[in-house]
Each structure stands twice: as C-alpha cells, then as structure tokens.
C-alpha cells in the first residue's frame, strides 16, 4: 500500500505555489494613463513613455491628451467624476494651485532629490505658496517671438527691427510690397492672447518687475502702460490679412507655411511643424518701444501631477523619479517636442539651431512669464478672458484702447485683492 505524501513534501509544494503566486503578482503590468492639452505630440510623448518602460517593464502608460482649449474643463469634470488619469499636465501657477487645493493633485514634496535637481525657481509654478508644497514634477518651459520670413526680408532689404515703431514701419513696407506682414487671425480666442498679446506685454509694462506692480496694487490695471499695450493689439490689426476674424490657428500656420505672410506671432512649441520649410526662416524677439527696455516671454509650461485617487501611486512616483535622473535626462531632452525646453538643471543640450534660436533670446534679454497666469486666472471674471475679450474689441474697432483697460481694471476689481 502507498504512502500518502509528507507533511514536508505538501508543505514544500504549497510554499512553491505561493511564491509562483507573488511572482506573478510582482510582475503583473500596471496600466497607468497620463492626461495631456498637447494633442499633437502623441508620437514623441509614446517614445519618451516606451523608454521609461523598457526601463521598467512591468508599468506601462498611456498618453492620452485632449484637445488644448478643452483641457482644463475637462480635466477637472473627470477629476470631480473620479475617473481622472493617474498622471496628468498640471498647469503653472494659479490654475494648478487651485487644483492642488480641491484636492486633486498628489503632494510630491518628498520626492528624492527633487530639490536637487529643480531650483528654487524652477519649482516655483508648481509650488503651492500658502504651504510651500510642490504638486507638480516641473517638466517643459516655452518661448514666444516672432517667426519671419528670411528670404521676403532678405529681397525686400528688411532688417530685423529694433523697436515697436521700426516693426509698425516694416509691417507697412510688406504691405506696400504686396505681402501680407502678419499672419495671425482671432478665431481661435486662446491665440490672440497667449501668442501676440502676452507676447508683446512686458514690453509695454516693464516685465516682471512691471507686473509685480500691478498684482501688488502698486498701479491700477488701466493705467497708462496697459493703455498703450491694448494700443499696440489695435495698431497691428491693420497688417493682419483679411478677414483675420474667421481666421483660425490652423489657418495662420498655413498662411506661413504657404508663404502667404512675412511674419508670424507664435510659440517655440510650433517649430516642429516648420522643419520641412522650402524657405529660410527664423525668429526675433518682439521689439519694446523706443526708448524702452525689451523683454521676452518665457514661460514654465507644463508640469507633471499624480491623482491622489490613482490606484497605483507607486508606479506613478516611479515614473517622476525617473523622469528627472541623471540616466533619462538626454532621452527627455531628444524626446519632448522640438520647440519644449526640459526644466531639470541636468537636461542635456538642444542641438536644433531654430530650438537655440529661441533659447538665445532668452539668454539676450530679460524675461516674464505670460502675464495673468501666476494670480490673475482663476477669479471671476478671469483675467485671462479680460485680456482676451479686451484685445479682440480693440483690434475689431469694438472698444478703444482705453475703454480695454478700464474692463480689465473693473473686472478684476470685482474679485482680485492685490497680493502682499
């Protein structure tokens, strides 16, 4: 008659059977999604997710963006829904801080060497200032100019201009020339602000400094300075092309592409769709008015959030540490879209010549962040919308300069105590 198995041998075999068991578990993939306004860098947003896995194989993310004017409500209605992504763009200064206070954005204070490797300054827009916590891995800073047309300026002896009277002067030689100066239009709102108004901006306020005078109350929002930069939206409208109203952001980039306009107020972030040109092109700074100092608006773009309601919390930490070692800091830096510059003291260097274009202006001048975003943007009514409502009723002939300022003073008046 058999022998039933021992004790040691069933004992052995159940050990075995657990440990298979946690093995499996520990290797099982973790799906994380990460929530983006950038729609149009998919592929190299999935290079950089497809590096980090192959490093960590067992966690896998996808990049799932939505359309840039949508993302804030849309973000924030998931997030109130509980089904936000686990790893998400955050926003700099206001618009993040308030998501940071609702609750939905992990405090990543602690994560190792953060500090080290992020000064200060660079931590700043993702940095909660009434409790000094971070919510947000800063990840991508961007510049704002003017594109040209090298080849237009070169047969029309154009020189690149100087001060806001030299550049009024060469909109009206293209124009004499039968080229059309700008190729920027007002359909989509969010362009005309961010692009051209809070491009030109610090140099009629006196950037930082100037701005810090307004947040603090030091200077209404319609006093003379804000007069003359509404002033500034009304003089360039007549060098935008035709029908610049029904003009979308799409279509100006076409009318560049195509050749259809010399000049272009626009982001680094749209460089990349610039590489394949038949044409010689560059970038300026948008020049101050005589006898003023000139700025340049660099501004820290996006940062990286966890959802505090992730199920995988760890695996998301994971990924922001990664992000910002020493060993994936050349691989950000050739991954992220041309035109996005890598925040982390130890990003490796840019070697597109348009991308340098651009960091030289930063380096050549002072610069500001775009104007309503560190405490203008979250009140009702938003400055953001104040400004925007302003500079398209001024350059449509629907409110004077003057009659802009005074709105955004009453607006903000409505909501905004001046910071301290």
């Known amino acids: 008659m058999k022998k039933g198995l021992s004790f040691k041998t069933i004992a052995a075999c159940l050990a075995l059977v657990v440990f298979a068991s946690f093995a499996a578990s520990a290797q099982a993939k973790v799906q994380l999604t990460m929530g983006s306004w950038r729609a149009d860098d998919v592929t190299q947003m999935t290079q950089l997710l497809s590096a980090f896995s192959k490093k960590y194989p067992n966690i896998e993310i996808k990049f799932d963006p939505t359309n840039p004017p949508d993302y804030n409500a849309a973000l924030h209605l998931q997030l ?37 490797v992020y000064s200060d300054l660079a931590r700043a827009p993702w940095v909660d200032p009434a409790s000094g916590k971070s919510f947000a891995l800063p990840f991508c800073a961007v510049s704002h100019g003017v594109y040209y047309n090298q ?33 920027n239009g007002i359909a989509d709102q969010w362009d005309i602000n961010e692009v051209v108004f809070m491009n030109i901006m610090p140099n009629f306020v006196g950037g930082a400094a100037g701005r810090l005078a307004y947040e603090t109350g030091k200077v209404p929002f319609n006093d003379a300075k804000m007069v003359a930069a509404f002033q500034a939206m009304k003089d360039i409208a007549p060098f ?35 590489k394949d040109l038949k044409f010689n092109w560059s970038v300026f700074a948008p020049p101050p008015p005589k006898g003023s100092k000139g700025y340049v608006t660099f501004h820290p773009d996006s940062g990286i959030a966890i959802n505090p309601k992730s199920a995988n919390i760890d695996a998301c930490k994971t990924f922001l540490q990664w992000l910002y070692s020493d060993e994936a800091a050349s691989i950000v830096s050739n991954s992220v879209p041309t035109g996005f510059f890598p925040i982390a003291s130890n990003a490796a260097k840019i070697e597109d010549a348009h991308a340098n274009a651009f960091l030289q202006m930063t380096k050549s001048h002072p610069t500001d962040v775009r104007f309503v975003w560190p405490k203008l943007m979250s009140g009702n009514p938003s400055g953001y919308n104040l400004l925007q409502d302003g500079a398209i009723a001024v350059m449509t002939g629907k409110m004077t300069p003057k009659e802009a300022a005074d709105s955004l003073q009453a607006g903000l008046a409505k909501w905004y105590v001046p910071a301290k």
């Open 151 to 183: 080849d237009i300026f070169k047969k029309l002896g154009i020189a690149i201009p100087s001060t806001w009277e030299d550049f009024l002067a060469v909109c009206k030689k293209l124009q004499a020339a039968g080229v059309t100066p700008l190729a």
């Open 240 to 274: 935008c092309p035709k029908g610049f109203e029904a003009l979308t952001y799409n279509d100006e980039n076409a009318l560049f592409v195509n050749q259809k306009a010399a000049m272009y107020f626009d982001g680094s972030w749209t460089m990349a769709s610039f």
């Open 80 to 116: 109130q829904s509980g089904i936000g992504p686990d790893l998400m763009y955050a926003r700099s200064y206001d618009t993040g801080i308030q998501l940071y206070k609702e609750g939905y954005f992990l405090d990543v204070s602690d994560l190792p060497g953060l500090k080290k």
